[in-house]
């Protein structure tokens, strides 16, 4: 009897289909082939997702022919992939597109393979070189160049210069054989690391690792939260624990923040694991990352680190899971399908059958409340190593400093004179702003109009270098008006307000002519070794103020800073999101840990307009504690995670009285489909109203149960055409 594969096309269906399995390719598909398929009248590629004994369909067409050797998608990652697409309510291709990378998946992706050359016995016997040496002078500088073993033949030709024909030459003669060998692209090529032992452990970390390696042998806890202030060590555990998953025969995946996955990073953990380690960086050439996928594939590798996508890494027999910086808000992929690589992570612990080990110096609500119910354990680190001291906080308002200067200065007195004492020091300084730019937006002082992108909903942003202002969200771009453009006003000073990095760096040249100053945010990062560059002469002590926003908040450690200012700290606290104060709170102790890492003890000055908000003063106070449980409070009244689930549904369009309609027609038909607990609010316009010309409108669907929300709007899709 004919067996039935079930293909899921790469074409956007979301669905699967059937076909026959041809009795020649019986033995070689499995789930996870790659397959050629008829499709309609042309062909298609696809991935078995399964197999089955009957089909409801009649008049099934066979697979074409298998594509590659061995299946490229384990039966693991594919079904982690069909459970991410229902959950996350994505079409399922899409899900098995993003566990496989593009340069794995893509067709023409292959080895780079080279002739290699390799010396023979004959090559090793002196009386026959010497001989050879007489007559042919060429060929025998091809065998002293051999001296030490093969070398691949473009290397020789160009090295050594030695012409192809000298080498066929020698082939004959016997002295040499060629053949084809694959080599390994890699980024890291040159760059050597010196082996590191592990450190023994303090009495905090030890009693943390023993939990881990717990979890790890039993499943019991099967998720650890590891809870530990910066510098108390975490990356020591992850270490050592990875440590014990190897002596086990077993494998690792290691998620970290992508901007944190510095040389830095990548180095700790090549001096601990060398060429186990395989890198999936983004910034990888497409080969490289190839390679490094198929080092993993295979088994050559057996620890992958890389940002969120490494959690779908091939990982044979894999032992554990470790997500660094477990609360960061860059595990999330901001487009279908939305996943948070925290959770997928928790969910392919749970699937494999591995351990999950997330750490944070400031943990989620949600993980934290996983600990709560008892769903994971926690392990806390209170201490820095050494018992340094975290840095003192100080919080200055920004409305008594307009009052007592007269105006409002982007530096405040008391931060103006912390960095002068640190200068006088030679001790370091970092500066935090969340925001690029040289000024948030054009104002104007008379009437208040506003410049705003024409096609979006936002304010643009000024430019200085440029002078021109740009639209953040779709990219347009124009002249600096003369005038306010409100044709009413046309005020002549219509200029900027707020501050951005450019208009910070500029004050701070002008204050301090004979600093080092170094800005860094995406603008000025645009070369891809700029970031390293910078931190680079920073740490070496050629910078002494580092201005920057978010990229400089993470998981950097320079010994040299006693002094972080955060130049306004309200940005993030009025972003529409319900998460506002948790980030606030998270940022603060983020870019506070970058003080004092060295012998000396470090201080943090924050200038705010709202310097009682609660995220502020937990900041200040060193208080998760209390600011999660009054989080947790307000979130419980409202229904918002961890104790309910939230879809957000987005309609977009040109006409908008069409797309709140459509909204308005949803809602009903949610209402009559939907349980009766289930909140719908909406249709409202989003937060972003308006972008690159269409109207957006958006409905919040909460439930206790993700059940309960996913299937309706799901359902919905087709029929009202929504994104
Ligand atoms: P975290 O990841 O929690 O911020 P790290 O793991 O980076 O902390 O540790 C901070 C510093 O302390 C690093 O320089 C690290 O090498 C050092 N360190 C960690 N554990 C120990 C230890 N047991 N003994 C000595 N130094 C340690
Ligand atoms: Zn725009």
């Excluded at 001296?147 to 002295?175: C, D, H, N, W, Y």
Aim: net charge positive; proline share 6%.
């Amino acid at each position: 009897m004919n067996r039935i594969a079930r293909v899921l096309v790469d074409l956007s269906l979301d669905r699967e289909f059937d076909y026959l399995v041809p009795e020649e390719l019986a033995e070689e598909l499995k789930v996870g082939s790659r397959v050629m398929v008829p499709f309609g009248r042309r062909q298609a590629h696809g991935y078995i997702v399964g197999f089955a004994e009957s089909s409801s369909y009649p008049n099934l067409k066979p697979v074409r022919k298998a594509i590659g050797k061995k299946p490229l998608v384990e039966e693991n990652v594919l079904n982690l992939a069909r459970w991410m697409a229902d959950y996350y309510m994505a079409p399922v291709e899409q899900a098995v597109r993003t566990v496989l990378p593009s340069a794995v998946r893509d067709v023409a992706a292959r080895f780079k393979e080279v002739n290699v050359v390799t010396p023979t016995a004959l090559a090793r016997d002196a009386d026959a070189v010497a001989a050879l040496r007489r007559k042919a002078a060429m060929q025998a500088k091809v065998i002293d160049a051999l001296a030490s073993g093969e070398v691949p033949m473009p290397q020789l030709t160009e090295r050594f210069g030695a012409s192809p024909a000298a080498i066929r030459a020698l082939e004959k003669k016997g002295f040499v054989t060629i053949g084809r060998r694959v080599l390994r692209r890699r980024a890291d090529a040159g760059h050597e690391v010196l082996p590191a032992l592990p450190l023994p452990l303090m009495p905090q970390q030890a009693e943390a690792l023993a939990l881990v390696k717990q979890a790890i042998d039993t499943r019991k806890p099967p998720v650890v939260l590891l809870f530990g202030v910066t510098g108390s060590g975490k990356t020591e555990i992850y270490l050592q624990a990875i440590d014990h998953v190897l002596r086990e025969g077993k494998g690792c995946i290691v998620l970290v923040p992508e901007i944190s996955l510095t040389p830095q990073t990548v180095d700790r953990f090549r001096s601990r694991f060398g060429d186990t380690v395989a890198v999936l960086h983004s910034e990888l050439s497409s080969g490289e990352r190839h390679d490094e996928w198929h080092r993993i594939h295979e088994g050559a590798a057996r620890i992958a680190i890389g940002p969120r996508s490494a959690v779908f890494a091939p990982v044979k027999n894999l032992g554990l899971i470790v997500v660094d910086e477990e609360h960061e808000y860059s595990y999330k992929q901001e487009e279908a399908p939305r996943y948070n690589a925290r959770d997928v992570a928790v969910m392919r612990g749970h699937r494999d059958g591995c351990a999950v080990l997330l750490g944070s110096a400031t943990p989620s609500l949600e993980s934290h409340y996983n600990v709560l119910r008892g769903k994971y354990a926690l392990a806390r680190m209170p201490h820095r190593v050494d018992h340094r001291k975290m840095p003192v906080m100080r919080i200055v308002d920004m409305r008594q400093e307009m009052e007592k200067e007269g105006r409002l200065n982007v530096l405040s007195r008391d931060l103006m004179e912390g960095i002068q004492s640190r200068l006088d020091r030679a001790e370091q300084t970092i500066l935090f702003l969340n925001r690029r730019g040289f000024s948030t937006s054009l104002v104007c002082p008379t009437c208040g109009t506003v410049a705003k992108c024409e096609n979006c909903s936002v304010s643009m942003t000024y430019h200085k270098q440029t002078n021109r202002l740009l639209c953040h969200i779709c990219g347009a771009e124009q002249p600096v008006p003369e005038r306010c453009p409100n044709s009413e006003c046309g005020d002549p000073a219509f200029k900027y307000s707020g501050i951005g990095t450019q208009r910070v760096e500029e004050v701070l040249r002008k204050v301090y002519p004979k600093a080092k100053i170094e800005r860094m945010d995406s603008d000025t990062m645009t070369k891809k070794d700029a970031y390293r560059k910078t931190l680079g002469a920073f740490r070496g002590g050629q910078i002494d103020i580092l201005l920057g926003t978010q990229m400089i908040a993470k998981g950097l450690d320079f010994p040299g800073v006693t002094l972080v200012g955060v130049v306004q700290a309200d940005l993030s606290l009025h972003l529409p999101d319900f998460r506002a104060g948790e980030r606030t709170f998270q940022l603060l102790t983020q870019v506070a840990g970058r003080a004092g890492r060295g012998d000396l003890v470090g201080e943090v000055i924050v200038q705010t307009f709202t310097p009682f908000h609660p995220a502020i003063q937990a900041a200040r106070t060193l208080d998760y504690d209390g600011f999660i449980d009054q989080e947790l409070e307000e979130r419980k009244e409202l229904g918002y995670p961890p104790f309910g689930h939230l879809v957000c549904v987005t309609l977009r369009g040109k006409q908008e009285e069409l797309v709140k309609l459509t909204g308005e027609t949803l809602v009903r038909r949610l209402q009559e489909q939907l349980d009766k607990t289930v909140r719908i609010g909406g249709p409202v316009p989003a937060p972003l109203a308006k972008a690159r010309g269409e109207f957006r409108y958006q409905i919040m669907l909460r439930a206790a149960l993700t059940r309960q929300i996913t299937g309706a709007p799901k359902r919905n899709r087709a029929r009202f055409q929504v994104a």
